[in-house]
C-alpha cells in the first residue's frame, strides 16, 4: 500500500481550540508516515505559519466567508474539487460546519476514496435545514469523529446520524507543553497584575457560545467578599467590546484583566489558581484539558461533554449553565480552602493522563488504516 495522502480541511487557522490541537497531532502523523496537508477555506490567520514551521503545508481556497449558497460559493467548492483531484489524496478529513459542508461536497465531487467529517461541538444551533444537511452528507461520508459521547449522543439522537457512523476520539494535549518552568512574578509584572492577588481565570474566543457574562456576573460577587481577587479573560473574538462595558456596568473593571489573543497560555496558566469555564454549550474543551495538565481546580458548566473531563467534587465542579451565583459560590469555596483546591487539581493532573496527544494520535492513526485497509 503506497504512503496515505491526507488532506484536513478547516475554515481558518485561528487561535481555537481545534486549531491549536492539529498544530500538536498532525506532524506527528507525518512523523508516522502519513502525508498531510491543511486547507483553510476562507482565510489562513494567525496559526497557518506556526502550522507550516511544523512542516505542514498550509493551502488557503479563498472562498466567500458566508454559507450563501450563491455563484462565488459553488466555484469555491470547484476550486477545492479540482485541488483535491490533481493531488490524488486518499482521505478528506473536514473540521466544524462552515468546513464540513463544502468540503465533503469537493471530495464527493473529486470521488476521494475515504471522506471523514470532525464535529466538535453540541450544535444545538443547528437548525431544521442544517440537521438536514449533515444527514444527506452522512450518506457519503465514511466516518464522523466526535469528541465525546454526548457529541455522539446529540448527532444520533437529536441530528438522526447513524450511530455506526459515529466514532468517539477525544481531543489530547501535548503534556510535555506543560513541563515549562515560569518565573510567576515577573509574567505577573508583565501582564500587570498585583505580585500577591488570588488569579481566577478563563480562556476562551468571545463569543456567545463561552457565555462571559455569567463568568463576569460571578466576579461581581465574589469581588463582595474577596475584593483582591483578579480575574483573567484570556482570548479574542467580537464580543471583545461589549464584555468590557459590562464590567464597567457591574463596576469591576478594576479587576478584570481581558489579555485578548495569546500564543503564551503555557506561561499564563501557572499563574491562575481556579479555572473557569461558563460554556453554554461545549464538545470537549482543549482549555480545560490545558488547565487540568497544569494542576488547575476547575469549575464548569454542566454541557457537552465536561462531565467526561470534570470529575464533580473530584477534579473540580460542574454547576448549571447561566447560573452565576452557583459559579460564584463554587470559585470562593476554592478560595476559602486552599487544601481542596490543591487536591482537586492534582486529581485533575493526573486524570489528564488519559487524555493525552498521543492517545489521540493512535486512534486516528487505527481509523485511518481501517477505513484503507482496502487499498486506494
Not at 45 to 57: S, T
Amino acid at each position: 500500500m503506497s504512503k496515505i495522502k491526507v488532506l484536513r480541511v478547516l475554515p481558518s487557522l485561528e487561535m481555537g481550540g481545534v486549531e491549536k490541537t492539529l498544530i500538536s497531532l498532525l506532524p506527528r502523523l507525518k512523523e508516522k508516515g502519513i502525508a498531510v496537508k491543511v486547507c483553510t477555506l476562507y482565510r489562513r490567520d494567525i496559526l497557518a505559519d506556526e502550522m507550516e514551521r511544523a512542516g505542514i503545508p498550509v493551502i488557503n481556497i479563498g472562498m466567500r466567508a458566508r454559507m450563501d449558497v450563491d455563484l462565488k460559493y459553488l466555484k469555491g467548492i470547484i476550486r477545492l474539487a479540482r485541488f483535491i483531484k490533481r493531488e490524488r489524496f486518499h482521505i478528506v478529513h473536514t473540521h466544524l460546519y462552515r468546513a464540513n459542508t463544502p468540503g465533503r461536497i469537493a471530495a464527493m465531487l473529486a470521488r476521494v476514496p475515504v471522506i471523514i467529517a470532525n464535529e466538535h461541538n453540541v450544535d444545538s444551533w443547528k437548525g431544521t435545514a442544517q440537521r438536514r444537511m449533515d444527514r444527506m452528507l452522512a450518506r457519503f461520508t465514511d466516518r464522523i469523529i466526535v469528541v465525546s459521547r454526548r457529541v455522539k449522543e446529540f448527532y444520533v439522537e437529536e441530528v438522526g446520524i447513524p450511530e455506526k457512523k459515529v466514532e468517539v476520539i477525544y481531543n489530547g494535549v501535548d503534556l510535555n507543553r506543560f513541563e515549562k518552568k515560569v518565573d510567576k512574578q515577573k509574567k505577573r509584572r508583565e501582564l500587570g497584575l498585583p505580585g500577591d492577588a488570588p488569579l481566577v481565570g478563563t480562556v476562551g474566543r468571545l463569543q456567545p457560545q463561552k457565555d462571559h457574562k455569567t463568568f463576569l456576573k460571578a466576579s461581581s460577587l465574589i469581588l463582595k467578599k474577596f475584593p483582591r481577587v483578579r480575574f483573567l479573560i484570556v482570548g479574542g473574538g467580537s464580543l471583545r467590546k461589549e464584555l468590557e462595558a459590562f464590567t464597567k456596568e457591574l463596576g469591576i473593571e478594576k479587576n478584570v484583566h481581558f489579555l485578548g489573543e495569546r500564543k503564551d497560555i503555557e506561561e499564563i496558566l501557572p499563574l491562575i489558581d481556579i479555572f473557569v469555564l461558563s460554556s453554554a454549550r461545549e464538545g470537549f474543551p482543549i482549555t480545560v484539558l490545558e488547565a487540568m495538565a497544569y494542576g488547575l481546580p476547575v469549575v464548569a458548566t454542566k454541557v457537552g461533554g465536561n462531565p467526561e473531563l470534570v470529575k464533580d467534587r473530584e477534579t473540580g465542579f460542574l454547576v448549571s449553565p447561566e447560573d452565576s451565583w452557583l459559579l460564584a459560590e463554587k470559585i470562593m469555596c476554592l478560595l476559602k480552602d486552599r487544601k481542596l483546591s490543591r487536591g482537586l487539581g492534582e486529581r485533575g493532573r493526573e486524570r489528564i493522563k488519559s487524555f493525552t496527544i498521543e492517545k489521540m494520535l493512535e486512534r486516528t492513526i487505527n481509523l485511518y488504516n481501517k477505513l484503507t485497509e482496502n487499498g486506494f
